[in-house]
Each structure stands twice: as C-alpha cells, then as structure tokens.
Nanobody, 124 residues
Framework: QVQLVESGGGLVQAGGSLRLSCAASGRTSSDYAMGWFRQAPGKEREFVAAISRSGSTTYYADSVKGRFTISRDNAKNTLYLQMNNLKLEDTAVYYC?????????????????WGQGSQVTVSS
C-alpha cells in the first residue's frame, strides 16, 4: 500500500506556471506507475498525464500536451507535474494516483491509490 500527498497548488494568472508535487510513502513509489487527474466543479474526474515506473515513458491528454510535463524522482519517492501556459480551463482539483498493475493508462479505475487533491485556480 502507498499513501499519496499532493502539494504545490494555488492561484495563478492565465499564462503562468505552477509545479505540483506528490509525495509517496509506504511502499516504494517505483513499484507503481503514476498519473495525474483533475476534476473541475460539476465535471467528471479526467486524465491529465501518466508516467511509467522508471519514468522512461509518458502519456498526456491532448488538452495539456505541450504545456504540462510529468516527471518522477524515485529516489525521493516524488511525482511532479510542471504546468506552463496555464489557461482558465485548467482550474480544477488535481489528484495524483498510483497503479500497481497497469502503466501509462488514462483510465481512472486502473489506478489503485489516490491522493487527497490540490486546488489549482487560474485567473484572468
């Protein structure tokens, strides 16, 4: 089992940048493929980005491709999401998640563990 805690969210103007972090504890994070999802008010939780156990492969939703970068530091048991050129529609609660049996998937129910979420608000 792994516990996940996100940090780094906040308020930023459109066009700005933020970096989210997700600290993992419990089992070694390199045992899991990892992902980021987000949920805006009144909407379903949607896939943002995923990364393999080693960090060698990544996968992005079309809406964030070219603006967001997912990465991980297994020595620090930490997952990151660098978000650049933020848009109003990126406003959401962002969740990190860990998958024990799948990799680079955007399917929500393939992930076994979830963090509590971190609010990102983009203003005009």
């Amino acid at each position: 089992q792994v516990q996940l805690v996100e940090s780094g969210g906040g308020l930023v103007q459109a066009g700005g940048s933020l970096r989210l972090s997700c600290a993992a504890s419990g089992r070694t994070s390199s045992d899991y493929a990892m992902g980021w999802f987000r949920q805006a008010p009144g909407k379903e939780r949607e896939f943002v980005a995923a990364i393999s156990r080693s960090g060698s492969t990544t996968y992005y939703a079309d809406s964030v491709k070219g603006r967001f970068t997912i990465s991980r530091d297994n020595a620090k048991n930490t997952l990151y999401l660098q978000m650049n050129n933020l848009k109003l529609e990126d406003t959401a609660v962002y969740y990190c998640a860990a998958a024990a049996r799948y990799t680079n998937t955007g399917v929500r129910n393939k992930y076994d563990y979830w963090g509590q979420g971190s609010q990102v608000t983009v203003s005009s």
